[in-house]
């Protein structure tokens, strides 16, 4: 049984000093054949891709609304995934959400289609970031 559960969220104040690391503790997958991604959905908005380890080339891809400020990374000895966010924004304050997926995508853009499809989610962990 797979599941994923994330950890980490919390209330940070915007600008510099305004960091928090998500945390995507996962069970019963073997993270070298899952493409791993962090969403997020805010109030009112659709849900959004923010970052992905692709299986298929080892490569991690961003949003551009985060690159440079998030860092993406795993530890599979843990088998879990962090999301570190820095120089945290208003805008950034959403539900953030860890997914697994086994399929093929042939493009990382592919990732960030608004109606993509992954197998395996967590339950959600809220950032607000707000002074």
């Known amino acids: 049984q797979v599941q994923l559960v994330e950890s980490g969220g919390g209330l940070v104040q915007p600008g510099s000093g305004g960091s928090l690391r998500l945390s995507c503790a996962t069970s019963?997958?073997?993270?070298?054949?899952?493409?791993i991604g962090w969403f997020r959905q805010a109030p009112g908005k659709e849900r959004e891709g923010v970052s992905f380890?692709?299986?298929?080339?080892?490569?991690?891809y961003y949003a551009d609304s985060v690159k440079g400020r998030f860092t993406m990374s795993r530890d599979n000895t843990k088998s879990t995934v962090y999301l570190q966010m820095n120089t945290l924004k208003p805008e950034d304050t959403a539900i953030y959400y860890c997914?697994?997926?086994?399929?093929?995508?042939?493009?990382?853009?592919?990732?960030?289609?608004?109606?993509?499809?992954?197998?395996?989610w967590g339950q959600g962990t809220q950032v607000t970031v707000s002074s």
């Open positions: 997914a697994a997926d086994g399929g093929y995508y042939s493009d990382s853009v592919l990732f960030f289609h608004p109606g993509v499809k992954f197998d395996y």
């Open positions: 019963g997958l073997n993270l070298d054949y899952y493409n």
């Open positions: 380890i692709s299986f298929a080339d080892g490569k991690t």
